[in-house]
C-alpha cells in the first residue's frame, strides 16, 4: 500500500502546487491520477516516487515513511518505479537491453540474471524484437515502452506512469493498455485523457485546487468536480445522461448493452 498524506508543494517562483494531497494505492489497484494542465499531477507522481520531497506531509510504503536519505531512498525504488513523461528524459544507454538491464544490474543481480529479467520485461511489453536496437533509432512509441520496460525489469510493486499514452497513435494505446493490463503491479497513471480513466481505472483521483478527490470511476459524473477540474465529463457518461439510459458505463459496450437494456424495457 502507497499512500501520499496532506502532501504540501510549492515551487519558488511558481506558489503552492499541492496543498495538502492525498492519495491512496491499495496493492495491484489501478488509479488513474487526473486533473487539468498544471494541476500538480506530475508533482504528486514525483512526491509518490521519492524523486521530489514535499514541504508537509508523508508519503509511506505498507505504513512506513519514506526516509528522503539514500538507503530510504533506494529502498523505496526497488518497490515504487516512477516512468516519466517523456522518455528522452529517462533513455540513456546506447542499446534497448542495456537500457532496461541497467536497474536490475544496479540492484546488484548478476549479468545473467539481469538480462534474463531484461528479457521478461521486453517480452511483457511485446517489444522482444526491439532488444538490440540503438535508442536513438526507436519511434516515440517504442521509446516510451522500453522505458516502461525498465520499470518493469526491477518487478516493482507499483508503477507510476507520467502521461503513458500522451503522443501515442490509438493503436499505440490500446497496444499500451493490454500490455499494463498484464502486469501485476498496482498502478498509477497521470492523464487528461477522462476516457481513458474511466474505461482502465478501478478507481480515479482527480486534483483540484492543490488537493486530490478520490473515489470510484463513477466520480467522473460529477459535473461540480469536472468543472472545477477543468476536465468535461467521459463521452460515455454524456452519452448515457442524454439518452437517459443511466448507470455508469466505462466503454462503448456498456454503453450498447445500457441502450439495448432500455430498449428491452
Ligand atoms: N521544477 C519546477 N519549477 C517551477 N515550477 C514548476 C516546476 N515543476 C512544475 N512546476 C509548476 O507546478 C505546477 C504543476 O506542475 P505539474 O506537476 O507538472 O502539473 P501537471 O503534471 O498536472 O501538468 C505548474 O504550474 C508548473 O508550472
Ligand atoms: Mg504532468
Same mark, same amino acid.
Given at each position: 500500500m502507497l499512500t501520499a498524506h496532506d502532501v504540501v508543494v510549492g515551487y519558488p517562483g511558481a506558489?503552492?502546487? !499541492?496543498t495538502g494531497a492525498s492519495l491512496t494505492l491499495a496493492p495491484g489497484r489501478r488509479v488513474a491520477l487526473l486533473g487539468a494542465n498544471g494541476s500538480g499531477k506530475t508533482t504528486l507522481l514525483q512526491c509518490l516516487a521519492g524523486a521530489l520531497r514535499p514541504t508537509s506531509g508523508a508519503v509511506a510504503l505498507d505504513g512506513e515513511p519514506l526516509a528522503h536519505t539514500r538507503a530510504g531512498l533506494r529502498a523505496h525504488r526497488r518497490r515504487v518505479q516512477l516512468v516519466l513523461q517523456d522518455p528522452d528524459d529517462q533513455l540513456f544507454s546506447a542499446d534497448v537491453t542495456q537500457d532496461v538491464s541497467f536497474g536490475p544490474l544496479n540492484l546488484g543481480l548478476d549479468e545473467a540474471a539481469a538480462r534474463a529479467r531484461t528479457r521478461e520485461a521486453l517480452d511483457l511489453l511485446g517489444i %522482444? =524484437? +526491439? %532488444?538490440?536496437?540503438?535508442? =536513438?533509432? !526507436?519511434?516515440y512509441g517504442e521509446r516510451k515502452r522500453v522505458t516502461l520496460a525498465g520499470a518493469v525489469a526491477m518487478r516493482p510493486d507499483v508503477l507510476l506512469l507520467d502521461?503513458?499514452? %500522451? &503522443? !501515442?497513435d490509438p493503436a499505440g494505446v490500446a497496444e499500451l493498455l493490454a500490455a499494463l493490463a498484464g502486469l501485476g503491479a498496482g498502478m498509477v497513471i497521470a492523464t487528461h485523457d477522462v476516457d481513458l480513466a474511466l474505461a482502465w481505472a478501478d478507481e480515479v483521483a482527480v486534483v483540484v485546487g492543490g488537493r486530490v478527490a478520490q473515489g470510484?470511476? &463513477? +466520480?467522473?459524473?460529477?459535473q461540480v468536480l469536472l468543472e472545477s477540474a477543468r476536465l468535461r465529463r467521459p463521452w460515455t457518461l454524456e452519452l448515457a445522461a442524454r439518452l437517459g439510459v443511466g448507470g455508469t458505463p466505462r466503454d462503448l459496450d456498456e454503453v450498447v448493452a445500457l441502450i439495448a437494456e432500455g430498449a428491452r424495457a
Open positions: 506558489g503552492p502546487v !499541492l %522482444a =524484437h +526491439l %532488444a538490440g536496437r540503438p535508442t =536513438h533509432q !526507436l519511434s502521461e503513458p499514452t %500522451a &503522443g !501515442l470510484p470511476p &463513477g +466520480l467522473l459524473g460529477d
